[in-house]
């Protein structure tokens, strides 16, 4: 049992960081730690970082040295992805008292022992070390719960590092995820986001796949709604898209890395899949859920896209009917193969080629929300007022804001979409 320990919990990066975040906090109350209050000194605090780019690396550093500016004395914890690649950059900053690899940041409490000693220390291994599973799920934190089931990635693409931060591609058995979701929905927990860093590769470490994971989870006797994180084109299978068309518990939402418009470049990035093949599904998701919502993630200015090939990615992506676009500039990372393609583009260049598809990005999705207005949708309602109204979100992921009314919170209500307000969000009016 640790001494009664009042602890910040900061987390960085993706959904999965989170969720894996909550589960720490879970396991560290177990000995005593409490979250700290609002407006309360941490005794402990813990950071679980990201490290995607080298912005989400500064990000990282500044957040770290705010916290232990603002918490004096603090025993400090850094743990995730940019402790896992850069452990003795980590450990330099001042007032780091421990560094903790991706293997051991599951076994905090065992650690806690050099709070007694206030001694410094780090602890590393290589991305082939990282090999076990562990399960997690954010919770009480707001309406969504999201529930990793896969872990690691294998297909080292060239611009990327993740797999050097979380390891070789690893999952739980369909039996322990539908344990974890019965778990959850007893929590009352209305909507869960079934997360992963390459979710679609699921089942590889346990000799299962993702569908037959899907398969399952719809059979749950549970007043709950799934959606599918972030899935590669091609583990995205047609079958799996028809499939969805006609499940009663997951949603007709999807968000897809295309990460290039051309096939050239994807070709430099080391991706499994071709712009024909990227259309493909987003034809197929159209023609079985007209009305679903599609976010597609894109990468401006890596190594070797010149303006050219630049030109035809936007042709090419403006002709997508997507719903959203996720828009990030190129970010040299040490250790990867894309540093020695050329030409190089300028920062400046990849910024503005991500700003001319936030462009194109907005309208399309501006296009989808008037379409559905004067619609009557299922939106769900997460426990957020912000100027006296609250939001939700529908089956096919639009935001909608109502007044707030506190007896809706985690239900899902028939709402009709009314407008779009100046801030281009929807507004909607509940269906008594």
Request: aromatic share 10%; hydrophobic share 35%; glycine share 6%.
């Amino acid at each position: 049992m640790i001494d009664r320990k009042k602890v910040l919990y900061y987390t960085l990066g993706c959904k999965l960081n989170f969720s894996e975040t909550s589960t720490i906090a879970r396991e560290l109350k177990k000995y005593g730690c409490e979250k700290v209050k609002e407006g309360e000194i941490a005794d402990i605090i813990v950071v679980n970082t990201c490290s995607v780019t080298d912005h989400a690396d500064k990000k990282c550093r500044q957040s770290i040295k705010k916290l232990i500016k603002r918490n004096p004395g603090a025993y400090v914890i850094v743990t995730g992805c940019y402790a896992q690649l850069k452990p003795d950059e980590v450990s330099n900053i001042p007032g780091v008292d421990l560094v903790l690899s991706v293997k051991d940041k599951f076994d905090i409490e065992k650690y806690i022992e050099h709070i007694k000693k206030h001694s410094d220390a780090t602890y590393s291994c290589g991305y082939r070390d990282v090999a076990e599973f562990h399960s997690s799920f954010s919770y009480g934190d707001r309406t969504r719960c999201f529930l990793k089931v896969q872990d690691g990635c294998d297909y080292f693409c060239s611009y990327c590092t993740i797999p050097l931060a979380r390891g070789k591609s690893r999952n739980m058995p369909i039996q322990e995820v539908i344990d974890e979701v019965i778990e959850i929905t007893n929590r009352g927990v209305k909507e869960i986001v079934i997360t992963g860093i390459n979710t679609g590769d699921f089942g590889k470490s346990t000799g299962e796949n993702f569908f037959d994971l899907i398969k399952e989870l719809d059979k749950i006797d549970a007043n709950v709604r799934y959606r599918i994180s972030s899935i590669e084109p091609n583990l995205l299978t047609d079958e799996i898209i028809e499939w969805i068309s006609t499940s009663k518990r997951f949603m007709p939402h999807f968000h897809i890395p295309l990460q290039a418009g051309t096939n050239e470049v994807l070709k430099l990035m080391g991706r499994r899949y071709t712009t024909e093949d990227f259309a493909h599904k987003m034809n197929l998701i159209k023609k079985y859920m007209p009305n679903s919502f599609v976010g597609v993630d894109v990468i401006t200015g890596m190594m070797g896209e010149t303006e050219e090939l630049f030109e035809k990615a936007k042709e090419f992506i403006s002709s997508l009917n997507f719903q959203q676009l996720h828009v990030f500039p190129y970010s040299e990372r040490a250790g990867t193969r894309a540093l020695n393609i050329s030409p190089k583009i300028p920062i400046g260049e990849r910024k503005e080629r991500g700003r001319l598809l936030s462009l194109i990005s907005g309208k399309h999705t501006q296009d989808f929300y008037s379409k559905n207005l004067g619609k009557e949708l299922n939106v769900l309602f997460e426990e957020d007022l912000h100027e006296g109204m609250m939001v939700g979100f529908t089956e096919n992921y639009i935001r909608v804001e109502v007044p707030y009314q506190k007896e809706f919170i985690n239900e899902v209500v028939l709402v009709k979409l009314i407008q779009l307000n100046e801030n281009g969000h929807v507004l909607g009016e509940i269906i008594k």
